[in-house]
């Protein structure tokens, strides 16, 4: 909602100044978007016109106009505007002024080898309207005005306020003069309301169908006949522009300046268009018109619309049709002051996708009591400036509005605020915010003014004593520091203890969008339906990750495209299993590309590999507390892992919930999203697949035990199937005698010369000690012996000699 | 000339000159070795004449100590120069660079969640979440913002059916409906975690940020409110003095309901908070609306408080001095090298919540 402080002082006495004004604003909940300043430079911008056009040598889009600014000289102008034709009035900046949109200044440039001199504007650099597509066409009227200033002098700034929904009478400049002045800032001027007097009668007949989901429930009007349609008084014309508005012709300007002023939207029908009277009601299905944006629209049952015998005229307090539209040369018009209904209204705008200034207001709700007032105004108005002849008033409606009534609990205001004020003074303020006040014990009984559809029980009379009263009036209650319950629970504390494990191994965390492009989910979503967001901000996001690593491998290539080769990066977030609330799992995911180690004069060059990431995952889950002698680890993995060289790591034996899944990404993906580097290696761990533990970290601890007797190490050679898993191997050593074995290293693997084909030699160094004794050389024998018997007859394999 | 001098003298001048430890190693057994000098002297002890016998064992000892000294610090320096010169060999370039290592790192919102979770810890609140899909109830209806109010406008939601019944959260206040549901007040938890809404531009992203405060009790009031919030400001920004300011707002589902603004100002190109004369607006609040605790059962005439919503992201760009908030979400190496924190940094209440 734009203003001026000068409109303001239409509805305000007040001697405070301007910067005062801007704070007041937003005390009361008015908050200041931006202040600009209309300033010297306005005058810079001027009526002008388009002499003659020619195309541009060098350019096929351009063109050389020949502007008439006003002075003796037409100015050459490049211009790109398709609408940029000879007899074209418009708006002319010269070198020097700022455009105020862009907040470029101007300089005589070249464009293209033909020097410009200044600007031809369109109305959305000139902040005048959202339209962008060329320059402002303004109207034949204009053409008094060429070499004249189009915007007039004024010593107001433009003053932008955010209006919160539930506040559509601050839609008006006199809402937000009412609540200025409750709050202390001035005083509400009276209104001077002049009746329309008048013996005529309105001959249109209007009548409002009674049916179900009516939206239209009072339907006023007034004929004015005989007017002659013209260009705006400056007063006028100068009011609107000083918010930003373009000044069209008298009876569009001043239905304009109506709704601005009081928040009450009109409409202005060419009343000799109108077949035989009006019919306010439902649209039937497949029904279609013609709106004023020149777009035809299909309606459908439920939507309110205005018609008469050959069709629908508007869509009720929406949009206009153009079959009814005023112009130039109407001579008898028909006023509309109406009351739609907010939700009918969103209903229609939403389904058709339509959004105007009157859709704005009815759907936030227009005071139900002041169809009489904008007639009277805007009428006058229009009689003044246009002359004619305005007939009574009719007034259609379907049934009555009774102001709300709400029964008001003093102590409620401190018991919310925590602050104080007296009666008196919340009968002060809700007064002049327009309630009607009686007190009644300890209840203030009160009458909601029409114009706050907001306001319908108790917590909104507090909301509205706290916010004039002022916020600061609030004290602060420090906190007290005092925990009775844990801050996180296990789940939330194993999340972060993940985070950070992983980030500890070389891991930059990385957090990506929960949704991601469907090509690369692809690859990553298995037997997991892809779920769709319906309107995604573009097609390459436009479901819902199944995986992380989606979104991983995309930002992985483009960091390895700039130029970085080794590269580990994670994300901990949810992935989503289905399209309800709570189908979605927290992952850890990580990925790893290039090279362990690169260039370093210490170190060979080796790529990273499944057995570093195999490190960092189990590394983490016995850093989070899990026992790695209970872990279990094979080969079966999901298909965008290397079959060959990938595994998925339970945390106990009953291989319940598969804990994490770590491998290579399968070749062919990599080759399919063309990432280039050396290697690509990843993992997934699943956090709500890890148990939690029930005992405390400390408790789960064994007894602290030691032996001091001598241990010795043993070395053993086997000789077995090359499909025999190492992990069985060394299951079946600790199993031997799992007091004595107190570990089992794995340091050679070894397939080739002197060994069969389809057979790997495994070699393997097992430590031994006792806590009860030192093992003489017989004891050592007996259980080396042990071992080569256990494990050659439970897995096959041959000592090697 | 008695033989043990002959013996002292003649050693001493031999231990005197250049010696290999194998040298030094032969005069060791020339003397002490089982047919050695010295080692002959001290059984010759028992054939000497008695009235002598005291004199020359006493002397005999010294030499032995004299010698058996001289021989060690003789050792000892030899194997010294040996030792030295071969550390002489293994002199390396302690400048060559060590061994390569990667850091890893944590993402500038992740360290603020920790943070934020650290501060509302100390005054008792505990953490609770919500799935990012939600139901249209739990994220609007519920919060007091029913189909065709006119607020929905301000959410620019991303639907995931055509009925548009489940969307994505557009908010962290769901969470405060899916807590109130669950248990019984009083309630006084904080929800960090993944919002979305379907803009995109320089300043918004489609997926953010946000954390949700809410205390419901008997008697909690807006001086509570302003009290937690000032807290939480002075805490987040680790600063004495805070300028804040509350302005009347409007959510369908406080009432009354004010946007929160701290006070900066510029200095060499970064932002200063608690100083100046600029208001920066840093999130919203207020009183939970009685329709909201009715919505979940929860009886307004005897339970009343206030909610929250802060966003993240723009806490953390403040405070860390992050321009470009679409920078979060570009997972760019060089970015989150820069801005991420060492792991180890671990926000605590005791060792401070940065570094």
């Not at chain 1, 995986?547 to 994670?570: E, T, V």
């Amino acid at each position: 909602m734009k203003i001026t402080f000068d409109w303001l002082q239409d509805h305000l006495k007040t001697n405070l100044k301007e910067k005062h004004l801007l704070e007041q604003l937003t005390n009361v909940g008015l908050e200041v978007e931006s202040v600009e300043s209309l300033s010297a430079d306005n005058e810079l911008f001027k009526v002008a016109k388009i002499i003659k056009t020619e195309k541009h040598p060098n350019a096929d889009r351009l063109k050389v106009c020949d502007v008439n600014i006003g002075e003796k000289e037409f100015k050459k102008v490049v211009c790109g505007a398709a609408n940029a034709k000879e007899g074209l009035l418009t708006i002319y900046a010269p070198p020097g002024a700022t455009i105020p949109q862009t907040k470029t200044k101007l300089i005589i440039t070249k464009i293209r080898g033909v020097t410009s001199y200044g600007m031809l504007c369109s109305e959305f650099e000139l902040n005048l309207s959202d339209e962008s597509d060329g320059i402002t066409e303004l109207s034949t009227k204009y053409e008094k005005s060429i070499g004249k200033s189009f915007f007039s002098k004024s010593k107001s700034n433009l003053i932008d306020l955010s209006i919160t929904p539930n506040r559509p009478d601050c839609l008006g400049v006199r809402g937000i003069a009412r609540d200025l002045a409750a709050s202390g800032f001035g005083k509400l001027s009276e209104l001077k309301e002049k009746k329309i007097k008048s013996k005529t009668k309105q001959t249109l007949k209007v009548k409002i169908n009674r049916e179900k989901d009516q939206g239209c429930s009072a339907f006023g009007s007034c004929l004015i006949t005989n007017v002659k349609n013209t260009e705006s008084p400056q007063w006028l014309k100068d009011k609107l522009i000083s918010v930003g508005q373009k000044p069209i012709s008298a009876i569009v300007d001043v239905t304009n300046y109506v709704m601005l002023d009081i928040n009450r939207p009109l409409h202005a029908y060419d009343a000799d268009k109108i077949e035989k009277g009006i019919i306010v009601r439902n649209a039937n299905s497949e029904e279609e018109f013609t709106a004023l944006d020149n777009k035809n629209y299909k309606l459908e049952k439920g939507m309110c619309v205005i018609s008469d015998r050959k069709g629908v005229l508007g869509l009720g307090g929406i949009i206009g049709g153009t079959r009814s539209g005023t112009e130039l040369d109407t001579k008898n018009i028909l006023l509309e002051s109406a009351y739609f209904e907010p939700r009918s209204i969103r209903n229609t705008a939403k389904k058709l996708n339509l959004d105007t200034d009157a859709k704005f207001r009815f759907e936030r709700g227009i005071d139900p009591l002041s169809i009489e007032a904008g007639l009277n105004k805007a009428a006058l108005l229009i009689k003044e400036i246009c002359g004619g002849e305005i007939s009574k008033i009719d007034i259609q409606k379907i049934g009555t509005y009774k102001n709300k009534i709400v029964k008001f609990d003093t102590n409620l205001f401190k018991k919310v605020s925590g602050f104080k004020i007296s009666t008196k003074e919340m009968i002060k303020i809700l007064e002049d915010l327009g309630f009607k006040c009686k007190k009644e014990k300890k209840y203030l009984k009160l009458t909601v003014p029409s114009w706050r559809p907001d306001i319908s029980q108790e917590i909104d009379i507090v909301e509205e004593l706290v916010r004039i009263s002022g916020f600061d009036k609030i004290k602060i209650i420090s906190p007290i520091k005092e925990r009775t319950k844990s801050t996180l629970n296990q789940t939330q504390r194993l999340f972060h203890f993940l985070q950070r494990a992983i980030a500890s191994k070389g891991y930059l965390e990385a957090i990506t969008w929960s949704f991601t492009d469907s090509n690369y989910n692809d690859h990553f979503k298995q037997n997991e339906k892809e779920i769709k967001i319906i309107n995604p901000i573009s097609s390459d996001l436009g479901v819902l990750r199944n995986s992380i690593f989606s979104n991983l491998i995309m930002y992985m290539s483009k960091n390895l495209d700039r130029g970085f080769k080794d590269l580990s990066i994670f994300e901990i977030g949810p992935v989503f299993t289905g399209s309800s609330p709570g189908e979605q799992t927290t992952v850890v995911c990580g990925l790893s590309a290039g090279k362990k180690s690169r260039l370093s004069w210490i170190e060979k060059d080796r790529n990273v590999d499944v057995f570093d990431v195999k490190k960092d995952v189990v590394q983490t889950f016995i850093e989070a507390g899990y026992d790695s002698d209970e872990f279990f680890i094979d080969d079966k993995t999901p298909n965008y892992y290397h079959p060959g060289k990938s595994g998925r790591i339970f945390l106990n034996k009953d291989k319940e919930q598969v804990a994490a899944y770590f491998g290579e990404i399968h070749p062919n993906i990599s080759k399919k999203i063309d990432i280039k580097t050396d290697a690509l290696i990843g993992f997934e761990i699943f956090l709500e697949h890890l148990n939690l533990h029930k005992k405390s970290l400390n408790d789960q601890k064994s007894k602290f035990t030691t032996s001091d007797f001598q241990k010795s190490e043993r070395d053993f050679a086997f000789v077995v199937n090359r499909d025999v898993k190492v992990q069985d191997l060394i299951n079946v050593i600790s199993s031997v005698d799992q007091k004595l074995i107190s570990n089992v290293k794995v340091f050679d693997v070894y397939e080739g010369e002197n060994i069969p084909t389809n057979q790997k030699s495994i070699a393997i160094s097992v430590t031994i000690q006792s806590p009860e004794k030192t093992l003489n050389d017989n004891d050592l024998e007996k259980i080396n012996n042990l071992i080569i018997e256990t494990v050659e007859n439970k897995t096959g394999a041959k000592i090697r000699s | 000339m008695s033989d043990l001098k002959k013996i002292r003298d003649e050693f001493i001048s031999k231990l005197e000159g250049k010696l290999d430890l194998s040298e030094i190693n032969q005069i060791k057994s020339d003397l002490f070795g089982k047919n050695g000098l010295v080692s002959s002297q001290f059984k010759k002890i028992g054939t000497i004449v008695e009235s002598e016998r005291k004199k020359f064992a006493s002397d005999l000892n010294v030499i032995k100590d004299e010698l058996q000294g001289l021989i060690y610090s003789k050792i000892n320096e030899v194997e010294n120069t040996e030792i030295n010169k071969k550390l002489e060999k293994e002199k390396i370039d302690i400048t060559l660079p060590a061994r390569p290592f990667v850091r890893g790192k944590i993402h500038p919102v992740s360290q603020a969640i920790d943070e934020i979770s650290s501060i509302f810890s100390e005054i008792g609140f505990s953490v609770e979440e919500g799935p990012d899909v939600e139901n249209e109830y739990n994220n609007f209806t519920a919060l007091n913002t029913p189909d065709n109010h006119p607020a929905r406008d301000m959410h620019d939601t991303f639907y995931l059916d055509e009925k548009k019944q489940k969307l994505l959260r557009t908010h962290t206040s769901p969470v405060q409906i899916r807590t109130m549901q669950k248990d019984k007040p009083p309630f006084k938890i904080i929800a960090p975690g993944r919002t979305y809404r379907s803009d995109s531009d320089q300043t918004h992203a489609p997926m953010f940020h946000q954390v949700e405060g809410l205390h419901i009790d008997k008697n909690i009031n807006m001086g509570h409110l302003k009290g937690c919030l000032n807290y939480f400001i002075k805490e987040f920004f680790e600063v004495d003095k805070i300028k804040m300011r509350f302005r009347p707002s409007h959510f369908p589902f406080t009432e009354p309901s004010a946007e929160v603004d701290i006070g900066y100002e510029m200095k060499d190109g970064k932002i200063i908070i608690g100083e100046g004369n600029q208001w920066l607006e840093i999130l919203g609040c207020g009183m939970v609306h009685p329709n909201v605790l009715k919505n979940v059962k929860v009886d307004p005439t005897k339970f009343q408080g206030y909610a929250f919503g802060i966003g993240i992201d723009r806490l953390a760009m403040l405070k860390y001095g992050i321009n470009d908030l679409r920078a979060f979400f570009d997972c760019d190496y060089r970015w989150l090298n820069h801005f991420g924190f060492d792991p180890l940094d671990v926000p605590t209440n005791y060792r401070g919540l940065s570094r």
